[in-house]
């Protein structure tokens, strides 16, 4: 068994350049995908590029911020994912709140490739051309119970900050 780190303390600085206030680390790497964690702090920037090649997954794991993809910007939670199209410029950046994401880059094609079904948002059926048997795709019910957290149950060795 291997296990990889990541997060507080094995993060550093990176990014296309301009980019501010972002901190990654590569989780894995193959010639299938590349997987890393971001961390966006306050008022950060991953300034807009592109890849010709890859699609880009971006998967955010806790707070908020903005996401482009071409010359549309969009805001963005935690427990939501955006695609980045191969050859599209794209990038991130918040305001007053942090980010971390996971980025999972899918090598090669520029095709978008899914292990058991073709990925589609929920609620809109299946698309004709792929699959016209398979079934529509519906949206979760139900919520996380409210827990709220008092700080002498915080445990501060975790890493990340209050």
């Known amino acids: 068994m291997e296990i990889r780190r990541f997060g507080p303390g094995h993060r550093r600085l990176g990014g296309p350049p301009g980019t501010q206030n972002v901190e990654g680390q590569v989780i894995m790497h193959d010639e299938r995908a590349v997987v890393s964690e971001l ?4 008022y950060a920037m991953m300034t807009p590029h592109s890849d010709p090649e890859n699609t880009a997954l971006f998967i955010v794991i806790s707070g908020a911020g903005f996401v482009q993809v071409g010359d549309e910007r969009a805001r963005v939670n935690h427990g939501e994912a955006v695609i980045w199209p191969p050859g599209e410029m ?6 007053g709140t ?3 994401a996971i980025v999972v880059e899918l090598v ?3 095709q978008t490739h899914f292990i058991e079904g073709t990925a589609r948002p929920a609620g809109e059926g299946a ?3 792929l699959d016209p048997s398979a079934p529509r795709a519906t949206p979760a019910q139900g919520s996380l119970a409210e827990r709220t957290i008092k700080r002498d149950e915080y445990d501060s060795s975790e890493g ?3």
């Open 127 to 129: 698309d004709s051309e």
């Open 160 to 162: 990340e900050p209050w």
């Open 98 to 100: 942090e980010m971390r």
């Open 90 to 95: 794209h990038g991130a950046y918040t305001d």
């Open 108 to 110: 090669g094609d520029g």
């Open 39 to 42: 961390a966006f702090g306050r």
